[in-house]
């Protein structure tokens, strides 16, 4: 069963002529993790936080995102909060963004579940210390301020919040690119463990190619708001089909190869603010041709694995999907 179930999503900011999220659809099943990649300003984080509502002001939203068979799109405010402490919940990418230091690590956790009527306090106090403990955090935490604890305990404070009302569905948005390499391994460890433990399913949005290939079973390459090619882990990272994924790991440095020198990709992301006729990624792609400046390329699939989709006009024998069809 589809825990996150995305179809053609498309959002629309203010001054952009075109949406910054494009057609995007996805899935996360219970227990799966599926990474979301891509360069900055690719759309990964405002496709992870509408799964939320938490969109920025302005900002219009269409298509369809269910969570546990509910439509996010069309709930109210105080569906939305219900949907964040019990169905589904995000780890943010700064915790000292999100934590308030001027109030204690225990208010912080509590609150969300009380106000919406989830927990009693005395409860919610309980389940918190439960939930520090299972971080690595001692409980002690709960009357300590924001300000007393490093930026790896912190992570692991909003870990916990963010499993305050056991959700379905974990959003985690860039959740160790502040932490060091020790401390992230750590979250990563804790993350996979929790996951193994509830069946909870897991968005993770990176942009570390090699994170994502150690804890995802799924991922999902996106460039200009638009999901380039999507597949299993293991097969996208050893036969990448779209150019755009293929210069992204060409670009990554690996311990294996210490001499090899890197390979950027060339150019930038296009702007926004004007809209391109053909496939986003021609003006930087070495197999650009004149049809990709023309025409946007349909999603193709991998003949001999059909989870394995790209959109590209050039790539080995393909077939297409037949909702391109």
Do not use: W
């Amino acid at each position: 069963m589809n825990i996150l179930d995305m179809t053609g999503l498309r959002i629309t900011l203010p001054g952009t002529a075109r949406p910054v999220v494009d057609g995007v659809g996805l899935t996360v099943a219970a227990g799966e993790t599926v990474a979301l990649v891509g360069e900055s300003g690719s759309g990964k984080t405002l496709t992870s936080r509408s799964v939320l509502g938490l969109l920025p002001p302005g900002a219009r939203a269409e298509g369809s995102i269910r969570v546990a068979g509910d439509d996010v799109l069309t709930m109210n405010a105080a569906r939305l909060r219900a949907l964040r402490t019990s169905k589904a919940a995000m780890i943010f990418q700064d915790p000292r963004a999100a934590i308030n230091p001027l109030r204690r690590i225990g208010d912080f956790l509590v609150e969300g579940v009380v106000s919406n009527r989830t927990m009693k306090r005395a409860d919610a106090t309980a389940r918190a210390a439960e939930l520090l403990q299972a971080v690595g955090v001692d409980a002690s935490a709960l009357g300590t301020y924001p300000g007393r604890l490093s930026g790896g305990m912190l992570q692991r404070v909003m870990i916990a919040a963010s499993l305050m009302g056991d959700p379905a569905l974990l959003l985690a948005d860039e959740p160790t690119t502040a932490l060091d390499v020790t401390t992230q391994a750590e979250v990563i460890a804790l993350l996979t463990r929790l996951r193994e433990r509830s069946g909870t399913g897991m968005l993770f949005v990176t942009h570390d190619l090699d994170l994502a290939a150690a804890i995802s079973d799924r991922v999902c390459v996106m460039y200009a708001g638009r999901i380039a090619e999507t597949g299993p882990a293991a097969e996208l990272f050893a036969h990448p089909r779209h150019p755009y994924t293929a210069a992204l790991l060409a670009s990554t440095p690996r311990l294996d190869s210490p001499g090899r020198r890197l390979t950027a990709i060339e150019g930038r992301p296009p702007d926004l603010r004007t809209a391109p006729t053909g496939c986003p990624f021609a003006p930087r792609c070495p197999l650009a041709t004149e049809i990709c400046d023309e025409r946007a390329p349909v999603t193709a699939v991998v003949t001999a694995r059909p989870d394995h989709r790209f959109a590209c006009h050039h790539g080995r024998p393909v077939e297409k999907s037949p909702a391109d069809v």
